[in-house]
């Protein structure tokens, strides 16, 4: 008997085999004898393993048994829930030089704008300038694409008309 | 007026399942206390060991909890529950397995080079036995068995699951199911007559 006759013996006693197969096997297990023998060792077994399971009870009690369950899961949900709230300044952590650029980039852009009135005068080179009212100084090279502003915290001292400091 | 208390040991399964999948913790406790034998006996079947056993039924149950809004009563609860330690436990001994190398028998075994040679077993070496006897030798020879051998006796005999679900849950083809199944069952055969031999023995 080759191993696909085994095979087929178990799945006709499995009810796995198409009914065709079957109808060969049954005739089978009739004419030869060694495959009605393999055939009654296969369904002796199987009928004594169904429903057979030996029953096991929890060597654990039913209080100490769930209490770790329950710690697990609140573990687990508090866990979930650190995730879930880190994410918000996670993003910020994680891009932070990308975010502390543009931030940059954007108080410069307001800066430049507000200060140069760069959208009307596009061709301007080195631009001084001096803001008496909030006593800062602003200089700005586009050679060296910087800006830099001072802000004093005395007030700007005064000059008569030819350049000497009055007091 | 105050809420009366809820009986949760008169409720049913399927009215315990509801209040846990709305969070009721104690609901799931009950569930647990009902079924924490069966599903810690399928674990120990699987991986012959009280301490695995005992850790992956937990797991199971944990695992259970989080994924209880997916059950929707397809099956009974238990069933459902014994799929999710099923699963935990195949992943536990493919990690063993792979831990570990193989040994000569198990490798003959898989490819069938020692139950082919054994005779066929008559009579049936379980007839006369006692219930609580039958199932102790059964246990005893699942015991001897490889964990590919036992695994598939276990899905098929006890958990009644077709070929092609076994195949499915073992991440292998049918024909390493049939395969399998086959040596098993002759193993089983075999050693279930050497236990009655032996006893018999003066």
């Avoid at chain 1, 030089?97 to 940059?104: D, H, I, L």
């Avoid at chain 2, 068995?145 to 292998?172: D, G, N, P, W």
């Amino acid at each position: 008997m080759n191993t696909e006759i085994e095979l087929k013996l178990q799945s006709y006693l499995d009810g796995e085999l198409p009914a065709r197969e079957a109808k060969q096997v049954e005739g089978l297990t009739q004419a030869d004898p060694a495959a009605r023998a393999l055939f009654g060792e296969l369904q002796t077994t199987r009928a004594a393993l169904r429903g057979n399971e030996l029953e096991r009870t929890l060597p654990e009690s039913r209080e100490f048994y769930w209490s770790k369950i329950e710690r697990a899961i609140l573990a687990a949900e508090q866990a979930g829930e650190r995730r879930a709230s880190s994410f918000g300044l996670g993003w910020l952590v994680r891009y932070w030089p990308q975010f502390s650029g543009a931030a940059v980039a954007v108080v410069l852009l307001i800066a430049g704008a507000t200060q140069f009135n760069w959208f009307s005068s596009p061709g301007w080179d080195e631009i001084e300038n001096t803001l008496d009212d909030s006593g800062s100084f602003t200089f700005r090279s586009e050679q060296n694409r910087m800006t830099l502003v001072w802000v004093s915290s005395h007030p700007q001292a005064e000059q008569d008309e030819d350049g000497e400091l009055v007091n | 007026m105050a809420a009366r208390k809820k009986d949760y040991t008169a409720m049913s399964d399927e009215m315990l399942v509801r209040s846990a999948q709305r969070g009721d913790m104690r609901a799931f406790e009950e569930l647990v206390a009902r079924h924490r034998d069966k599903v810690y006996a399928r674990a120990f079947s699987m991986m012959r060991n009280e301490d695995d056993a005992v850790d992956i039924s937990q797991e199971a149950w944990v695992k259970g909890w989080q994924r209880l809004k997916q059950f929707q009563g397809e099956s009974s609860f238990l069933t459902w529950m014994t799929r999710i330690v099923i699963n935990l436990c195949l992943d536990a001994l493919r990690k063993q397995k792979r831990q570990r190398a193989e040994s000569v028998e198990e490798m003959e075994e898989e490819s069938g080079g020692v139950e082919r040679q054994m005779p066929v077993v008559t009579p049936n070496p379980t007839a006369g036995l006692e219930r609580s006897e039958l199932r102790q030798r059964i246990d005893k020879a699942l015991n001897q068995l490889s964990y590919e051998h036992r695994t598939v006796l276990i899905l098929h005999e006890f958990e009644e699951l077709e070929y092609k679900e076994i195949a499915k849950r073992m991440q292998c083809s049918i024909g390493t199911v049939m395969s399998r199944l086959f040596y098993a069952r002759r193993k089983m055969a075999a050693l279930m007559a050497s236990y009655k031999k032996t006893e018999l023995a003066p």
